[in-house]
């Protein structure tokens, strides 16, 4: 079954620092991958997404995520944090059972901002 | 604003007691899913429409769960008799048909069963 795997619950890096969250993920076919960030008390809100064109992908707010198949991995990074990115970010994988095309999310992982 | 919609942003009950989400997609999106999210967790399917067909049940949604999407618009989530369990950020979210399966979120929606 596909499925992501995000590695490391808990992100804390300082303000201007890199910024890389873990993602891999299990599939038996070239897959459809996304990014989703959620602020608190909030919906999810897309950064960015892979459908097999390139495979680097650029995203919102200076996100970006690279598809690398050899490794099954869709890590997200920016290269200098802000405090407005402490929140919670979520991988996932489209899936297509039955003829019905639905996501499935990793656990999150919680990203905390140093001043 | 016409993105996804849901009502009550937030619902404290008891147990035991009945409670009815609501959740309009944007308008153009054919497709409309549920999802459960616990504290600490990712979102976990519950449910898929298809214009008004509901086409998948996860085996989360207990009997004590039903939802519908009359005429393929808006959508409804009922929880009967509720338990503590229940208590979860309940998220609507919608897409068109032919996508490459990316979902637009609603707010979510709050449950609390004291």
């Known amino acids: 079954a596909q499925s992501v795997t995000q590695l490391g619950s808990h992100v804390s890096v300082s303000e201007g620092a890199l910024v890389l969250l873990r993602c891999n993920y299990s599939?038996?076919?070239?897959?459809?991958l996304f990014w989703y960030v959620q602020y608190p008390n909030q919906g999810l809100q897309l950064l960015l997404k892979?459908?097999?064109?390139?495979?680097l992908v650029k995203g919102i707010n200076g996100f970006e995520a690279e598809f690398k198949k050899s490794e099954t991995s869709f890590h997200l990074t920016k290269p200098s944090a802000h405090m407005s990115d402490a929140a919670e970010y979520f991988c996932?994988?489209?899936?297509?059972?039955?003829?019905?095309?639905?996501?499935?999310f990793g656990q999150g992982t919680r990203l905390t901002i140093n001043p | 604003d016409t993105g996804v919609s849901q009502n009550p942003r937030h619902k404290i009950t008891k147990r035991g007691q009945n409670v009815t989400f609501r959740c309009d997609p944007i308008?153009?999106?054919?497709?409309l899913y549920w999802y459960r999210q616990t504290l600490g967790q990712g979102p976990e399917f519950l449910t898929y429409?298809?214009?008004?067909?509901?086409?998948?049940k996860s085996r989360l949604l207990s009997d004590r769960f039903s939802a519908e999407r009359p005429k393929g618009s808006f959508s409804t989530l009922e929880i009967q008799r509720t338990e503590q369990g229940d208590s979860a950020m309940y998220l609507c979210a919608s897409r068109l048909g032919g996508s490459t399966g990316e979902l637009f979120f609603g707010e979510g929606s709050r449950l609390t069963v004291l």
């Open positions: 308008s153009e999106h054919n497709r």
């Open positions: 892979y459908t097999s064109a390139a495979t």
């Open positions: 429409f298809q214009n008004e067909a509901q086409l998948e």
């Open positions: 996932a994988v489209s899936v297509l059972v039955q003829g019905a095309q639905k996501l499935v």
């Open positions: 599939s038996s076919v070239p897959p459809y």
